[in-house]
Structures are given as C-alpha cells and as structure tokens.
C-alpha cells in the first residue's frame, strides 16, 4: 500500500514538475481534389513532410511536436472559411490559406481572432504593409515584385532598354490576374514599353482567340499569370503558334512541371519567376527522403519531393517554423500561442549561413521581417525548362524588384483598406 | 485585301475548328437525352474519366495505385509496361461500355417511370461520384496524352494562303484532325441509326417509350447500348481535349461549352449539335476578335451563352430540335 502511495506521489509529482506540452498546430488548408489538385497535392505534401522531418530528425520545435492537420478546401472560398473555423479551436498558430480568395475572407476574421496568416506569393499584394495588415505576413515575394522581377530580366535581356518593345500581360480574369497591372502600367511608363493586357476566362481550356491576337500583334515578350489547366492550354497554344519560349515568361503559379510537361519538348525554353530553389540538390531533401520518405512517414507517395511545388510547400513551413522557434526564443516559452507565434513572424531574420544550417543554402534569398515590412525582399529569380532532361534551372539570382515603383502601389492600396477598416497603424 | 478582313477570315476558321469541338462534346448530351429524354449532367464527367482510362491503361498505371499503397503500405505505381495506343483506345472503350452497364444496372433500372427531374438528379449524383472516383482510380496528377496526333500550326494552310494573301493563315493541326474524326463520327452515328436492327429500334425508343416497349424491344439494352456509344463519344472527346492541355478533372468543364450549344442546335438532333458547335465556335471568335477589345476581352464564356439565350426567345426547341406540343 505504501508502495503503492508512493509511486503515485512520484508520478502526481512528474506530472506536475515538467509541463503539458501540446503540439505546435499549423493547420494546412489543403486542395487535394478539384480541378486544381495537380498543384494543390504537392504544395501540401511538401507543407507536412518538413514539419514531419522536424519531429522526426529534430523532435520538433524546440522539443515540442508539430502537427498539420488538413482540411480540404478544394480551392473553394467557402470551404476555406470553414477549414479556418473549424480547426482555429486546435491551437493553430498561423494560417497558410493557399489560396488568394480565402485569404481576402481571413484578414478581418484572423486579425480579430489573434492568428496570423502566413501568404508567400499569394494573397493580398499591399498587405506587405504591416502597419496596416498587423497579422498578414506574405514574405519573400508578392505579385507586384513579380511582375517588376519580369521587367528587369527583359531589361536585362535588352540592355536596359525597352523603349518602343511591345509587352503582353496573357492573365487569368480575375483578381489574381489582374494584379500585376497597375505595377506593369507604371513600369511601362517608366521604361517605355507598349503594355497590352489580354484576359482568360476561367477555366481557360479555349483559348485560341487569344493566341490568334498574340500572333498577330507579334509582341516582344509575353507575361503570363495562370492557374490550373490554364497554363497547360496556354503554352500548348504558345508552341503551336510558334511564339518564342524564351520570350513567354509565366508568374510562379505557372511553372510547374505538370504545366510544361504536356506540351512536350516543344515547351523547352518556357521561363517562370520564383521566389525559392529548384530540383532536389539541397541536403534537406537528403534528409526528407532519409526520415521521412524512406520511414513511410511521407504525406503523398514521394514522387513530387524536387518538384517546384513541392519545394514551395517546403519553403513556406521551413519559414512557419523558423518563426515558430524565434517566438520560442523571444518569449522564452516552448508552447506558445497564436500571439506569440504573430511576433515570431513580424521579428523573423533569415540568413544565409542559417539557410545553409537548415540544408537550404542558396535555397532562397536572406531577408528581415519588420513592423512595417510584412513583404521582405522581393527577391526573385527566373527558371527555364529544359523539356529533354525534364528539368527546370535557375537561371538568374534572386534580385530585388523596384520598389520606387511598388512602394507608392503598396502604401496606397493599404491606406485606402486602413481608411476603409479605420485601422490605425501599428508601428510606431 | 484588307489586313483587318483577313485576321476575320482566319478567325472565322479557327472558330469552326472550335465548334467542332465543342460539338463532340455536345453530341454525347444529345445520344442520351433523344434516347431517353434525360439531361446527363454526368457527360463531362464521363469525358474525364474516358480520357484518363485511356492515359492510364497506355501508359501502365496501375488503378487505385494511391489507395492500395496507404492501406497495404505497399509502393507500387505501374506494371512496368506500355499499351498500344489502338490497344488502350479499346480497352477505354470497353471499359466505357462497362460504366454504361453499371449505370442502367445500378441508377437507371431503379428509376424506370419515375419523373425526369429524377433521373436528372441523379446524374448530379453521378457526376459527384466519378468526380471522386476518377482522380481516386488513376490520381489527381496532369496526365501527358499522346495518341500520336499532329498538333501545331498547319504548315499547308500557313504557306498557301500566305502565298495567296501575303498572310499565313493558323490552323491547328490537332482541330484539323477533329473536324474529319468528328465527321466520321457523325456519318457512323447517321448510318447506325438508319440501317441497323439496334440503330432502329433505338429511335423507335426515342419516338415512344411505351410503344417501343410493346413491340419487344428491351428498353434496358438501349439504355447500355445508347449510354455506351455516349460513353465512346465522351472517349473520343476526351483524346481531342486532353490533347490539348493533357487529361485532368478540370476537362469536366468542357460540358459548359455544349450547354449553349445544346440550347442553339436543339436537344435532339445530331446535326444540332453539329450546326450549334460551328454557329457558337464561329461566333464567340469573332465577337472576342470584333469587340472584344472594346470591352475588356475574355468574352467568349458569356458570349456563347447570350447567343444561345437569343435563339432561345425566338425557338426555344433550338435550331433543330423537335416542337414541343403538350395538349391538355
């Protein structure tokens, strides 16, 4: 009986000397099915296998487990409201919507509840502004650094000029595609170039019309914003005409290797922006394969690790995680909140010797979040498809946007939300 | 000739090309719903999952591959061969007629008599259905169809009318393809419902269910039989546009193109569909060529619906369809 007493009083007295630690829950708002599954697979495929790697290799964050449970939105505005409410009572610590639609839903509701949200190349451009958007993080890179990054590879291609050259913005009709505009307009006055915007309605599986026009009015380059089978019909279309590869630029939402791979070797030359790395040759994929793949823990089968969005998916919890251990460090807690996680993301510096420390040197650009910049670097490079060796390569650096251009976009379309919101800003 | 005149010219083309394709599209609607007065809402669906058969059985895929790896843990993805791609044609094709026989066995069987708002319903659910099961049996990935068709600019068309013009018309070699297979089909349908005991007894079903019935003929052998050609046509569909952007869910919404085509040619008639796809191929390009620039472009997804909805108020039958007479 005695025995028994006491071996109770040790573990009542366990108990209560090492805390409860509960996960660190990043919900992954996940479209497996629908007709953009082909991109939505990978992304969260990649999204898991990291956080898994870290549980597995590393014991998670700071000894505290990750979890992702997904919820699927089928790329559905609606559904992803629902994935939010319903899975912001596990303890989520920030959001990843993964889709641009979703993410206009969650600002107000994920500000008013506390939880960041986390958008890399997606989702509002000026909410780069973190004096007005104090819970939206969307780090490296957003459109309008994308569409600045395609001017200055032109640029570069032209000696740095592009006087009288006749551009085409090719961009799905909707508010994604239409995005880039404003940034391509002013840059166009800037630089001089012709801009004509040719719209695709969704789903974009007919567009001959389009492709006729482009082929009559012969323009130097043309930029692409896709989604879906969009991109597949689009350079499909490219090659028929005959329309110059290398002169058919595509934001990162239209590079992937299933958007190239239809067309053939006839997409071979096809360029695509990126805020991230390429291919498998960093160590981390090494040890992706090693503890996650290899020990059957993988989320998809393994077939996408390498693959452009699967390393995106990769990228985007490297960073949730990275920030997740800087809230850590700052508030000298392991389970920290969703508040706490906020901080981590507004305060996150990323090196390059800490890249090389996560297997991922040269993976991405090094940057500093601050109060006021939610958007880091825009920093973005430019990949080539090689359609025989059915491979994409950087084929550029990443390097910076123009922000004398960007910069005013950005502050203007904020102040009108803050105006319309009555946000006051954050930062002093 | 007027610069401006010839970009009309090669637009109009490629418009027919387009309602050709469109059209293939259509003609399965219209199969199933002259033969038993229902809208198959499932007909995308069906395109999908023809295609993605094809894809699958030419390139090895093991079905359920995804599922039988996460519940046996196993890592298997093909058979580690290749079809032929005539020998993959057939195989699709029959398994097209195995989807025909489940349906009238499982659905329609169950719903002889009943309303058609019913048996419309219940294509709803079908289309739900294969829309998980489709990706479920060969996966969600872009599948590369290659069934050896020529695609591209066709270099005959672009170096005579450049000889004749001074411009090189476009003409797609793939929708060049289309248009002839499209016209075989058409003639083999024509032919099969005038000169064969089926083809006859099928239009006997079209005319009157009841009458037909009374005369011997097994109203569940033409539902398979009409569900299995609709089925062919939906493979034939698929190849087409799968050709063009590869096989994936997202070619389920090529059925919204055969809507306004449906509404123009008449729910019943094949040459309908044939007629509406070329009248809406045709006049969606050169609306998108002629003011589409006016309004902001991308007009071509409501134009071809307002076309439809003009023919409508005038012939709400469609072009071609049959009057309907309800006598109370």
């Known amino acids: 009986m005695t025995f028994k007493r006491v071996a109770a009083a040790s573990v009542a007295a366990l108990m209560v000397a090492s805390p409860v630690m509960a996960d660190l829950v990043f919900p992954s708002l996940s479209y497996r099915t629908g007709p953009f599954a082909a991109g939505g697979i990978p992304y969260a495929d990649g999204f898991a296998d990291y956080m898994t790697l870290l549980n597995e290799r590393d014991g998670g964050i700071g000894g505290v487990a990750v979890s992702t449970p997904e919820c699927e939105t089928a790329y559905n505005t609606e559904k992803g409201v629902e994935c939010y409410e319903a899975t912001k009572g596990e303890g989520a610590l920030a959001y990843n919507p993964l889709s641009t639609g979703i993410t206009y839903q969650l600002i107000p509701k994920a500000t008013a509840d506390d939880i960041p949200l986390y958008t890399p190349g997606y989702g509002r451009t000026s909410a780069a502004n973190g004096n007005v958007f104090s819970h939206v993080f969307n780090f490296p890179a957003n459109y309008w650094n994308g569409a600045s990054a395609a001017i200055n590879h032109v640029l570069d291609l032209n000696g740095g000029d592009l006087k009288g050259k006749k551009i085409v913005l090719l961009h799905f009709n909707g508010a994604y595609g239409k995005e880039p505009i404003p940034t391509l307009t002013k840059l166009g006055e800037k630089h001089g170039y012709d801009l004509t915007t040719i719209p695709i309605d969704y789903p974009g599986q007919e567009q001959k019309a389009q492709w006729l026009q482009i082929r009559r009015e012969k323009p130097d380059y043309v930029l692409f914003w896709g989604w879906g089978v969009m991109n597949q019909v689009a350079i499909q279309e490219a090659a028929n005409i005959r329309y110059p590869m290398d002169q058919f630029i595509g934001v990162w939402w239209s590079g992937a290797e299933h958007d190239v791979k239809p067309a053939g070797e006839k997409a071979t030359g096809y360029k695509a922006m990126t805020f991230h790395g390429v291919g498998s040759d960093y160590p981390v994929f090494g040890d992706l394969q090693k503890y996650v793949v290899d020990a059957g823990k993988a989320a998809g089968d393994g077939s996408n690790v390498g693959t452009v969005i699967y390393n995106r998916g990769v990228y985007a919890a490297m960073m949730l995680a990275e920030a997740a251990k800087n809230a850590q460090e700052i508030h000298g807690v392991k389970d920290i909140t969703s508040a706490q996680m906020r901080d981590g993301l507004e305060q996150l510096e990323i090196t390059n010797a800490r890249m090389a420390e996560l297997g991922m040197e040269g993976f991405g650009p090094e940057f500093k979040v601050s109060c006021a910049n939610h958007g880091g670097p825009g920093a973005i490079a430019i990949q080539q498809w090689d359609g025989a060796a059915g491979k994409w390569s950087l084929i550029t650096d990443f390097s910076g946007s123009d922000m004398d251009v960007i910069q005013p976009l950005i502050d203007a379309d904020s102040a009108a939300y803050a105006a319309e919101n009555k946000i006051d800003p954050q930062c002093n | ?328």
Do not use: C
């Open chain 2, 1 to 328: 000739m007027p610069e401006q005149l010839l970009f009309a010219m090669e637009v109009t083309l490629n418009g027919l090309m387009a309602g050709v394709l469109y059209a293939l599209v259509a003609l399965g609607f219209v199969l199933i719903f002259k033969a038993s007065g229902i809208f198959n809402f499932a007909q995308g669906m069906l395109v999908v999952f023809a295609a993605m058969t094809l894809v699958g059985v030419q390139t090895g895929q093991i079905p359920f591959a995804h599922l039988i790896n996460t519940i046996f843990g196993t890592k298997i993805h093909h058979f580690g061969w290749t079809v032929p791609t005539i020998l993959a044609i057939i195989v699709a094709g029959a398994a097209m007629v195995f989807v025909a026989w489940i349906i009238e066995k499982y659905i329609l069987q169950h719903l002889i008599g009943q309303p058609d708002i019913i048996l419309f319903m219940a294509t709803i659910g079908m289309w739900y259905f294969m829309h998980g099961f489709a990706p479920l049996m060969w996966g969600s990935e872009v599948m590369k169809l290659d069934v050896g068709l020529a695609q591209g600019i066709n270099e005959t068309i672009d170096t005579t009318t450049y000889n004749w013009f001074g411009y090189g018309f476009f003409i797609d070699n793939l929708d060049i393809v289309a248009a002839i297979v499209a016209a075989l089909l058409v003639t083999a349908l024509v032919l099969f419902s005038q000169y064969t005991k089926q083809g006859r007894a099928l239009r006997a079903v079209a005319d009157d269910h009841s009458a037909a019935l009374s005369v011997g003929i097994s109203l569940r052998f033409i539902w398979v039989l009409v569900w299995s050609i609709a089925g062919f046509v939906a493979l034939v569909a698929g190849i087409m546009w799968g050709s063009k952007s590869g096989v994936q869910i997202s070619l389920a919404e090529v059925a919204l193109k055969a809507l306004p085509v449906l509404m123009l040619g008449g729910f019943t008639s094949i040459p309908g569909a044939i007629i509406g796809g070329l009248i809406i191929g045709v006049g969606e390009q050169l609306f998108e060529f002629a003011i589409g620039p006016l309004v902001g472009g991308a007009t071509q997804a409501w134009f071809a619906y307002v076309l439809a909805l003009v023919f409508l108020i005038f012939r709400p039958q469609g072009l071609f369809g049959e009057k309907i007479i309800e006598r109370v």
